[in-house]
Protein backbone atom coordinates (compact mmCIF):
# COMPACT_ATOMS: atom_id res chain seq x y z
CA UNK A 1 0.00 0.00 0.00
CA UNK A 2 1.10 3.50 -0.25
CA UNK A 3 2.93 5.27 2.80
CA UNK A 4 1.15 7.40 5.21
CA UNK A 5 3.59 10.11 4.41
CA UNK A 6 2.98 9.93 0.71
CA UNK A 7 1.31 13.36 -1.40
CA UNK A 8 -2.29 12.91 -1.52
CA UNK A 9 -3.88 11.97 -4.85
CA UNK A 10 -4.44 14.39 -7.54
CA UNK A 11 -7.92 16.51 -8.15
CA UNK A 12 -7.77 14.25 -11.16
CA UNK A 13 -8.17 11.16 -9.24
CA UNK A 14 -10.18 12.08 -6.41
CA UNK A 15 -12.83 14.17 -9.41
CA UNK A 16 -12.51 10.61 -11.36
CA UNK A 17 -13.78 8.64 -8.28
CA UNK A 18 -16.46 11.09 -7.51
CA UNK A 19 -17.84 10.68 -10.86
CA UNK A 20 -17.87 7.35 -10.92
CA UNK A 21 -20.25 7.26 -7.84
CA UNK A 22 -22.34 9.61 -9.51
CA UNK A 23 -22.46 7.17 -12.40
CA UNK A 24 -23.02 4.51 -10.29
CA UNK A 25 -25.67 6.09 -8.29
CA UNK A 26 -27.68 8.31 -10.94
CA UNK A 27 -25.80 6.84 -14.02
CA UNK A 28 -28.98 5.29 -15.36
CA UNK A 29 -31.70 7.92 -14.70
CA UNK A 30 -28.83 10.47 -16.34
CA UNK A 31 -29.03 8.37 -19.40
CA UNK A 32 -32.23 8.64 -19.54
CA UNK A 33 -32.98 11.99 -19.17
CA UNK A 34 -29.73 11.95 -22.25
CA UNK A 35 -32.46 10.14 -23.95
CA UNK A 36 -35.69 12.03 -23.95
CA UNK A 37 -33.85 15.36 -24.33
CA UNK A 38 -32.14 14.20 -27.29
CA UNK A 39 -34.00 11.16 -28.62
CA UNK A 40 -30.43 9.35 -29.27
CA UNK A 41 -29.95 5.56 -28.62
CA UNK A 42 -26.39 6.14 -27.31
CA UNK A 43 -27.44 7.50 -24.08
CA UNK A 44 -28.89 3.76 -23.23
CA UNK A 45 -25.12 2.97 -23.43
CA UNK A 46 -24.12 5.29 -20.17
CA UNK A 47 -23.71 2.59 -18.37
CA UNK A 48 -19.95 1.70 -20.32
CA UNK A 49 -19.27 4.88 -18.44
CA UNK A 50 -18.41 3.55 -14.85
CA UNK A 51 -15.93 0.92 -16.48
CA UNK A 52 -14.31 3.51 -18.40
CA UNK A 53 -13.61 5.41 -15.69
CA UNK A 54 -12.47 2.52 -13.32
CA UNK A 55 -10.02 1.89 -15.89
CA UNK A 56 -9.02 5.56 -15.92
CA UNK A 57 -8.46 5.07 -12.08
CA UNK A 58 -6.39 2.52 -12.76
CA UNK A 59 -4.01 4.37 -15.43
CA UNK A 60 -3.93 7.05 -13.43
CA UNK A 61 -2.61 5.01 -10.22
CA UNK A 62 0.30 2.74 -13.05
CA UNK A 63 1.35 6.36 -13.81
CA UNK A 64 1.45 7.27 -10.42
CA UNK A 65 3.16 3.81 -9.34
CA UNK A 66 6.34 4.55 -12.21
CA UNK A 67 9.87 5.32 -11.01
CA UNK A 68 8.36 5.08 -7.09
CA UNK A 69 10.18 3.57 -4.56
CA UNK A 70 8.56 -0.59 -3.87
CA UNK A 71 5.76 -0.05 -1.62
CA UNK A 72 4.99 -1.12 1.48
CA UNK A 73 3.91 -4.86 2.17
CA UNK A 74 0.51 -5.42 0.38
CA UNK A 75 -2.73 -6.72 2.40
CA UNK A 76 -3.51 -10.16 1.84
CA UNK A 77 -6.75 -9.01 0.36
CA UNK A 78 -4.78 -6.60 -2.07
CA UNK A 79 -2.85 -9.82 -3.05
CA UNK A 80 -5.75 -11.82 -3.82
CA UNK A 81 -7.67 -9.63 -5.82
CA UNK A 82 -4.29 -9.08 -7.93
CA UNK A 83 -3.96 -12.93 -8.81
CA UNK A 84 -7.81 -12.89 -9.65
CA UNK A 85 -7.65 -9.94 -12.30
CA UNK A 86 -4.38 -11.96 -13.38
CA UNK A 87 -5.58 -15.39 -13.39
CA UNK A 88 -9.20 -14.51 -15.28
CA UNK A 89 -7.04 -12.06 -17.80
CA UNK A 90 -4.75 -14.77 -18.69
CA UNK A 91 -7.56 -17.38 -19.18
CA UNK A 92 -9.20 -14.85 -21.41
CA UNK A 93 -6.63 -15.09 -23.55
CA UNK A 94 -7.68 -18.74 -24.48
CA UNK A 95 -11.16 -17.33 -24.66
CA UNK A 96 -13.28 -19.33 -27.58
CA UNK A 97 -15.96 -16.57 -27.70
CA UNK A 98 -15.71 -13.62 -29.71
CA UNK A 99 -14.03 -10.58 -28.56
CA UNK A 100 -16.87 -8.82 -27.31
CA UNK A 101 -18.30 -11.49 -25.88
CA UNK A 102 -15.37 -12.19 -24.08
CA UNK A 103 -14.31 -8.76 -23.06
CA UNK A 104 -17.99 -8.04 -21.38
CA UNK A 105 -17.21 -11.74 -19.33
CA UNK A 106 -14.16 -10.54 -18.54
CA UNK A 107 -14.74 -6.62 -16.99
CA UNK A 108 -17.70 -8.16 -14.95
CA UNK A 109 -15.28 -10.55 -13.31
CA UNK A 110 -11.83 -8.42 -12.73
CA UNK A 111 -13.62 -4.52 -12.82
CA UNK A 112 -14.68 -4.79 -8.91
CA UNK A 113 -11.57 -6.50 -7.89
CA UNK A 114 -9.57 -3.77 -9.84
CA UNK A 115 -11.53 -0.51 -8.36
CA UNK A 116 -10.67 -2.42 -5.00
CA UNK A 117 -6.69 -2.36 -5.25
CA UNK A 118 -6.80 1.26 -7.22
CA UNK A 119 -8.82 3.20 -4.41
CA UNK A 120 -6.64 0.75 -1.88
CA UNK A 121 -3.15 1.57 -3.08
CA UNK A 122 -4.05 5.37 -4.00
CA UNK A 123 -2.12 7.20 -1.77
CA UNK A 124 -5.45 9.61 -0.25
CA UNK A 125 -5.28 12.20 2.34
CA UNK A 126 -7.67 11.56 5.53
CA UNK A 127 -9.56 14.57 4.20
CA UNK A 128 -9.86 12.52 0.94
CA UNK A 129 -10.76 9.05 2.25
CA UNK A 130 -13.25 10.33 4.40
CA UNK A 131 -14.86 12.52 1.98
CA UNK A 132 -15.02 9.91 -0.35
CA UNK A 133 -16.68 7.57 2.61
CA UNK A 134 -19.45 10.20 3.04
CA UNK A 135 -20.30 11.58 -0.23
CA UNK A 136 -21.31 7.86 -0.77
CA UNK A 137 -23.40 7.60 2.45
CA UNK A 138 -25.32 11.15 1.47
CA UNK A 139 -25.92 10.10 -2.17
CA UNK A 140 -27.75 7.09 -0.99
CA UNK A 141 -29.27 8.77 1.50
CA UNK A 142 -30.86 10.77 -1.85
CA UNK A 143 -31.04 7.73 -3.97
CA UNK A 144 -33.24 6.18 -1.11
CA UNK A 145 -35.50 9.02 -0.98
CA UNK A 146 -36.05 9.36 -4.99
CA UNK A 147 -36.97 5.15 -4.56
CA UNK A 148 -39.63 6.29 -2.35
CA UNK A 149 -40.74 8.91 -4.24
CA UNK A 150 -40.96 6.81 -7.53
CA UNK A 151 -42.55 4.05 -5.61
CA UNK A 152 -45.20 5.95 -4.30
CA UNK A 153 -46.03 7.47 -7.52
CA UNK A 154 -48.32 5.87 -10.41
CA UNK A 155 -46.80 3.60 -13.56
CA UNK A 156 -47.38 6.16 -16.07
CA UNK A 157 -44.40 7.93 -14.30
CA UNK A 158 -42.11 5.39 -15.70
CA UNK A 159 -44.39 3.63 -19.07
CA UNK A 160 -45.91 7.50 -20.44
CA UNK A 161 -43.89 10.72 -18.94
CA UNK A 162 -40.56 8.54 -18.83
CA UNK A 163 -40.69 6.62 -21.25
CA UNK A 164 -39.18 3.74 -19.89
CA UNK A 165 -39.85 0.78 -22.61
CA UNK A 166 -38.27 2.72 -24.92
CA UNK A 167 -34.89 3.45 -23.26
CA UNK A 168 -34.21 0.44 -22.19
CA UNK A 169 -34.65 -1.19 -25.70
CA UNK A 170 -32.73 1.27 -27.44
CA UNK A 171 -29.67 -0.84 -25.33
CA UNK A 172 -29.13 -3.97 -28.05
CA UNK A 173 -26.63 -5.12 -25.48
CA UNK A 174 -29.65 -5.50 -22.91
CA UNK A 175 -30.96 -9.16 -23.58
CA UNK A 176 -33.65 -7.84 -21.15
CA UNK A 177 -34.40 -4.37 -22.62
CA UNK A 178 -37.29 -5.49 -24.58
CA UNK A 179 -39.27 -6.39 -22.17
CA UNK A 180 -42.42 -4.45 -21.26
CA UNK A 181 -42.78 -2.73 -18.09
CA UNK A 182 -45.22 -4.84 -16.76
CA UNK A 183 -43.51 -8.12 -17.87
CA UNK A 184 -40.11 -7.33 -16.13
CA UNK A 185 -38.73 -8.61 -13.28
CA UNK A 186 -37.15 -5.40 -12.85
CA UNK A 187 -39.78 -3.55 -12.10
CA UNK A 188 -41.91 -6.28 -10.67
CA UNK A 189 -41.22 -9.45 -8.73
CA UNK A 190 -44.00 -12.97 -8.72
CA UNK A 191 -42.44 -14.64 -6.04
CA UNK A 192 -45.26 -14.43 -3.78
CA UNK A 193 -47.49 -14.21 -6.40
CA UNK A 194 -48.69 -17.69 -5.15
CA UNK A 195 -50.16 -16.26 -2.16
CA UNK A 196 -51.07 -13.02 -3.13
CA UNK A 197 -52.38 -13.54 -6.17
CA UNK A 198 -50.80 -11.02 -8.14
CA UNK A 199 -47.22 -9.25 -8.91
CA UNK A 200 -45.54 -6.41 -6.73
CA UNK A 201 -43.97 -3.70 -7.95
CA UNK A 202 -40.23 -3.42 -6.76
CA UNK A 203 -38.27 -0.06 -5.82
CA UNK A 204 -35.48 0.43 -8.56
CA UNK A 205 -35.01 4.48 -7.61
CA UNK A 206 -32.59 6.01 -9.86
CA UNK A 207 -30.63 2.82 -11.01
CA UNK A 208 -33.90 1.29 -12.54
CA UNK A 209 -33.17 -2.26 -11.73
CA UNK A 210 -33.66 -3.64 -8.29
CA UNK A 211 -30.86 -6.01 -7.32
CA UNK A 212 -28.13 -3.74 -7.78
CA UNK A 213 -29.95 -1.29 -6.12
CA UNK A 214 -30.23 -3.21 -3.18
CA UNK A 215 -26.76 -3.90 -3.57
CA UNK A 216 -25.73 -0.36 -2.73
CA UNK A 217 -28.48 0.27 -0.42
CA UNK A 218 -27.60 -2.71 1.58
CA UNK A 219 -23.85 -1.24 1.67
CA UNK A 220 -25.26 1.92 2.86
CA UNK A 221 -26.80 0.31 5.72
CA UNK A 222 -23.64 -1.27 7.15
CA UNK A 223 -22.05 1.78 6.76
CA UNK A 224 -25.20 3.36 8.74
CA UNK A 225 -24.98 0.55 11.42
CA UNK A 226 -21.22 1.17 11.61
CA UNK A 227 -22.22 4.82 12.59
CA UNK A 228 -24.75 3.66 15.27
CA UNK A 229 -22.49 0.88 16.74
CA UNK A 230 -20.00 3.42 17.53
CA UNK A 231 -22.44 6.01 19.05
CA UNK A 232 -23.42 8.21 16.50
CA UNK A 233 -27.21 9.56 15.88
CA UNK A 234 -27.64 7.30 12.62
CA UNK A 235 -30.76 5.32 13.82
CA UNK A 236 -32.82 7.06 11.45
CA UNK A 237 -30.24 6.18 8.46
CA UNK A 238 -30.73 2.31 9.40
CA UNK A 239 -33.96 2.78 9.25
CA UNK A 240 -34.59 4.40 6.01
CA UNK A 241 -32.09 1.88 4.19
CA UNK A 242 -33.92 -1.03 5.76
CA UNK A 243 -37.08 0.09 4.42
CA UNK A 244 -35.54 0.90 0.95
CA UNK A 245 -33.95 -2.68 0.83
CA UNK A 246 -37.26 -4.64 1.73
CA UNK A 247 -39.15 -2.43 -0.71
CA UNK A 248 -36.76 -3.83 -3.65
CA UNK A 249 -38.00 -7.17 -2.90
CA UNK A 250 -34.73 -8.60 -3.28
CA UNK A 251 -34.28 -12.10 -2.61
CA UNK A 252 -30.55 -11.37 -1.14
CA UNK A 253 -32.33 -8.75 0.81
CA UNK A 254 -34.69 -10.63 3.11
CA UNK A 255 -31.58 -13.46 3.43
CA UNK A 256 -29.36 -10.92 4.58
CA UNK A 257 -31.92 -9.30 7.24
CA UNK A 258 -32.11 -12.71 8.73
CA UNK A 259 -28.54 -13.08 8.84
CA UNK A 260 -27.98 -9.97 10.54
CA UNK A 261 -30.33 -11.22 13.59
CA UNK A 262 -28.92 -14.50 13.41
CA UNK A 263 -25.48 -12.83 13.68
CA UNK A 264 -26.29 -10.66 16.75
CA UNK A 265 -28.23 -13.81 18.37
CA UNK A 266 -26.04 -16.49 18.27
CA UNK A 267 -22.74 -15.20 16.49
CA UNK A 268 -23.00 -16.50 13.05
CA UNK A 269 -22.78 -16.00 10.51
CA UNK A 270 -20.47 -13.47 11.01
CA UNK A 271 -17.92 -11.02 8.25
CA UNK A 272 -15.37 -13.89 8.69
CA UNK A 273 -18.44 -16.86 7.71
CA UNK A 274 -17.49 -16.69 4.21
CA UNK A 275 -16.80 -20.73 4.13
CA UNK A 276 -18.92 -21.67 6.21
CA UNK A 277 -21.74 -19.52 5.10
CA UNK A 278 -21.02 -20.64 1.40
CA UNK A 279 -21.38 -24.37 2.17
CA UNK A 280 -24.79 -24.08 4.29
CA UNK A 281 -25.83 -22.16 1.40
CA UNK A 282 -24.38 -24.03 -1.53
CA UNK A 283 -26.44 -27.19 0.35
CA UNK A 284 -29.38 -25.61 1.34
CA UNK A 285 -29.80 -24.67 -2.62
CA UNK A 286 -28.62 -28.08 -3.66
CA UNK A 287 -31.64 -29.68 -1.52
CA UNK A 288 -33.80 -27.03 -2.86
CA UNK A 289 -33.34 -27.97 -6.29
CA UNK A 290 -33.23 -31.84 -5.59
CA UNK A 291 -37.09 -31.45 -4.11
CA UNK A 292 -38.20 -29.43 -7.23
CA UNK A 293 -37.81 -25.53 -5.61
CA UNK A 294 -36.27 -23.76 -8.59
CA UNK A 295 -38.51 -21.27 -9.31
CA UNK A 296 -40.62 -18.10 -7.74
CA UNK A 297 -38.19 -17.43 -4.51
CA UNK A 298 -36.05 -20.30 -4.86
CA UNK A 299 -35.40 -19.06 -8.75
CA UNK A 300 -31.08 -19.20 -9.90
CA UNK A 301 -30.79 -21.69 -7.26
CA UNK A 302 -30.41 -23.77 -10.21
CA UNK A 303 -27.90 -22.12 -12.17
CA UNK A 304 -25.36 -22.68 -8.98
CA UNK A 305 -26.35 -26.18 -8.39
CA UNK A 306 -26.09 -27.03 -12.25
CA UNK A 307 -22.45 -25.54 -12.23
CA UNK A 308 -21.11 -27.34 -9.24
CA UNK A 309 -22.65 -30.47 -10.57
CA UNK A 310 -20.17 -30.12 -13.90
CA UNK A 311 -17.22 -29.57 -11.96
CA UNK A 312 -17.94 -32.34 -10.02
CA UNK A 313 -18.42 -34.40 -13.30
CA UNK A 314 -15.18 -33.32 -14.55
CA UNK A 315 -14.86 -30.59 -16.01
CA UNK A 316 -12.78 -28.80 -13.79
CA UNK A 317 -11.18 -26.25 -16.43
CA UNK A 318 -14.28 -24.86 -16.97
CA UNK A 319 -15.64 -23.89 -20.52
CA UNK A 320 -13.88 -20.31 -21.13
CA UNK A 321 -14.09 -16.80 -20.55
CA UNK A 322 -17.33 -15.89 -22.07
CA UNK A 323 -18.81 -19.42 -23.41
CA UNK A 324 -20.65 -20.18 -20.70
CA UNK A 325 -23.31 -18.12 -18.17
CA UNK A 326 -26.11 -16.21 -18.67
CA UNK A 327 -24.60 -14.00 -21.16
CA UNK A 328 -22.60 -16.24 -23.93
CA UNK A 329 -22.30 -16.64 -27.60
CA UNK A 330 -21.91 -20.53 -27.27
CA UNK A 331 -25.44 -21.79 -26.62
CA UNK A 332 -24.09 -22.55 -23.44
CA UNK A 333 -26.18 -21.43 -20.73
CA UNK A 334 -24.50 -23.39 -17.76
CA UNK A 335 -24.12 -21.42 -14.77
CA UNK A 336 -27.57 -19.71 -15.32
CA UNK A 337 -28.34 -16.42 -13.45
CA UNK A 338 -25.78 -17.44 -10.31
CA UNK A 339 -22.41 -15.13 -10.23
CA UNK A 340 -20.56 -18.48 -8.59
CA UNK A 341 -22.29 -20.19 -11.25
CA UNK A 342 -21.37 -18.17 -13.65
CA UNK A 343 -17.68 -17.76 -12.48
CA UNK A 344 -17.56 -22.15 -12.18
CA UNK A 345 -19.09 -22.57 -15.72
CA UNK A 346 -16.60 -20.37 -17.33
CA UNK A 347 -13.04 -20.74 -15.25
CA UNK A 348 -13.97 -23.78 -13.60
CA UNK A 349 -12.10 -24.50 -10.01
CA UNK A 350 -10.55 -21.39 -10.60
CA UNK A 351 -13.94 -19.30 -10.54
CA UNK A 352 -13.86 -20.05 -6.85
CA UNK A 353 -10.75 -17.39 -6.71
CA UNK A 354 -13.80 -13.79 -5.57
CA UNK A 355 -14.53 -16.53 -2.36
CA UNK A 356 -11.28 -16.72 -1.62
CA UNK A 357 -10.52 -13.05 -2.33
CA UNK A 358 -13.68 -12.49 0.04
CA UNK A 359 -12.16 -14.67 3.00
CA UNK A 360 -9.23 -12.79 2.63
CA UNK A 361 -10.84 -9.15 2.94
CA UNK A 362 -12.93 -10.59 5.45
CA UNK A 363 -9.96 -10.80 7.62
CA UNK A 364 -8.11 -7.63 6.68
CA UNK A 365 -11.14 -6.28 7.84
CA UNK A 366 -11.47 -8.06 11.51
CA UNK A 367 -7.91 -7.08 12.11
CA UNK A 368 -8.02 -3.25 10.95
CA UNK A 369 -11.01 -3.10 13.32
CA UNK A 370 -9.58 -4.76 16.01
CA UNK A 371 -6.36 -3.21 16.00
CA UNK A 372 -8.09 0.37 15.79
CA UNK A 373 -10.43 -0.86 18.43
CA UNK A 374 -13.47 -0.31 16.55
CA UNK A 375 -16.38 -1.59 17.51
CA UNK A 376 -18.51 -0.15 14.25
CA UNK A 377 -15.97 -2.04 11.68
CA UNK A 378 -17.63 -5.60 11.83
CA UNK A 379 -20.98 -4.12 11.07
CA UNK A 380 -19.24 -2.65 7.65
CA UNK A 381 -17.64 -5.83 7.35
CA UNK A 382 -20.85 -7.50 6.76
CA UNK A 383 -21.71 -6.10 3.58
CA UNK A 384 -19.02 -9.29 2.33
CA UNK A 385 -22.22 -11.17 4.01
CA UNK A 386 -24.37 -9.63 1.62
CA UNK A 387 -22.31 -9.74 -1.50
CA UNK A 388 -21.51 -13.72 -0.89
CA UNK A 389 -25.35 -14.00 -0.62
CA UNK A 390 -25.98 -12.58 -3.90
CA UNK A 391 -23.20 -13.79 -5.42
CA UNK A 392 -24.55 -17.95 -4.61
CA UNK A 393 -27.97 -16.47 -6.33
CA UNK A 394 -27.38 -13.94 -8.66
CA UNK A 395 -25.48 -13.03 -11.95
CA UNK A 396 -26.14 -9.21 -11.15
CA UNK A 397 -23.26 -10.03 -8.42
CA UNK A 398 -20.80 -9.41 -11.11
CA UNK A 399 -19.33 -5.94 -13.24
CA UNK A 400 -19.72 -2.46 -11.72
CA UNK A 401 -23.25 -1.96 -10.60
CA UNK A 402 -24.32 -0.85 -7.08
CA UNK A 403 -21.98 -3.54 -5.26
CA UNK A 404 -18.87 -1.33 -6.29
CA UNK A 405 -19.83 0.76 -3.81
CA UNK A 406 -19.47 -1.61 -0.90
CA UNK A 407 -16.18 -2.60 -2.36
CA UNK A 408 -14.91 0.88 -2.03
CA UNK A 409 -16.36 1.54 1.24
CA UNK A 410 -14.14 -1.27 2.36
CA UNK A 411 -11.35 -0.43 0.48
CA UNK A 412 -11.37 3.16 1.94
CA UNK A 413 -11.74 2.12 5.66
CA UNK A 414 -8.51 -0.19 4.72
CA UNK A 415 -6.96 2.75 3.54
CA UNK A 416 -3.58 3.02 5.42
CA UNK A 417 -5.01 7.21 6.28
CA UNK A 418 -8.62 5.85 7.63
CA UNK A 419 -9.52 8.50 10.15
CA UNK A 420 -5.75 10.28 9.42
CA UNK A 421 -3.86 7.51 11.12
CA UNK A 422 -0.83 5.82 8.93
CA UNK A 423 -0.46 2.19 8.88
Known sequence: MARGQDLPASALTYGLVVALIIALQFGPVIGLAGFLASGEAEWALIGVSRDILVLGLLVLLG?????????????????????????????????????????????????????????????????????????????????????????????????????????????????????????????????LERWLGTPLRRMVSTYMEPTTLAAGLAAALCAALAKFARGERAGWLVLMFIVALILTLSKATFIFILVLIAWRAIGWPGPTSIVSLTLVATCIGFIAVQLGYSEGAFEHIDGLVEAL???????????????????????NELGGESGLGNAIAQAGLLGVLPLLWIRALSHDLAHAAYRRRDVGGPWLAMWLVFWVISFLFSASSLGVGGNALGFAMLALYLHPMWNGRAG
Open 309 to 331: QSLAGGHLLGSGIGSAGNYNDQG
Open 63 to 191: MRQLGQPRSNRLLPSCRWALVMIITFAMLSLASASSLTVMALNLRRLVLIPVLFVVILMTPWSRAQVMGLFSFVLSTSVLVALLGFAERISPDRLWTEFLRVEEFMAANVSDRFGRIGFYESGRFFSWD
